[in-house]
């Protein structure tokens, strides 16, 4: 069989507050709204924005962050893959429902503190810290006064 590849990125802001909820394992589950928008000119050269709206499910540790830092309006990178799920109407006999989901493996929360997010990138094979990994300011102080002369290069 031929290789094939089924990766999603998305970067995009959050539509409402994540659900939250657990499988009959225990395993939580988030699944909230990534809005994406496109900018183009229609014909008579005004610029119009399409939004297009995405299924997103994040399991385990990942949707503990989700759950911990995520809100409405946050700005999210995520990664994962196309699914679709389908099931029969109950209500309506022979009415199959069909859902397209981004099931996602990577996420990295782009929006500032201010917005309610940590800005820290986490993938789900690694263990999750909220820790702020930026140097302290005034850390870089001497970097930035430390004069470099021509002769300073060894080239």
Request: net charge negative.
């Amino acid at each position: 069989m031929a290789k094939s590849v089924n990766k999603v990125f998305l970067l995009g802001n959050v539509g409402k507050d994540p659900e939250i909820r657990s499988t009959g394992g225990g395993t939580m589950v988030a699944t909230f709204g990534l809005a994406t928008s496109e900018r183009s000119k229609d014909p008579q050269g005004n610029w119009q924005d399409r939004t297009e709206w995405h299924n997103i499910v994040v399991y385990a540790r990942l949707a503990e962050i989700v759950r911990d830092y995520v809100k409405k309006g946050s700005k999210l990178f995520v990664e994962g893959r196309l699914t679709t799920r389908n099931w029969e109407d109950k209500e309506h006999a022979g009415v199959k429902h069909y859902r397209t989901e981004i099931v996602v493996n990577d996420l990295s929360l782009l929006s500032g503190r201010e917005e309610g997010a940590g800005g820290y990138s986490r993938s789900s094979s690694a263990p999750a810290s909220a820790v702020d990994q930026r140097p302290p300011a005034g850390q870089n102080d001497y970097a930035q006064t430390a004069e470099i002369s021509d002769e300073d290069i060894p080239f």
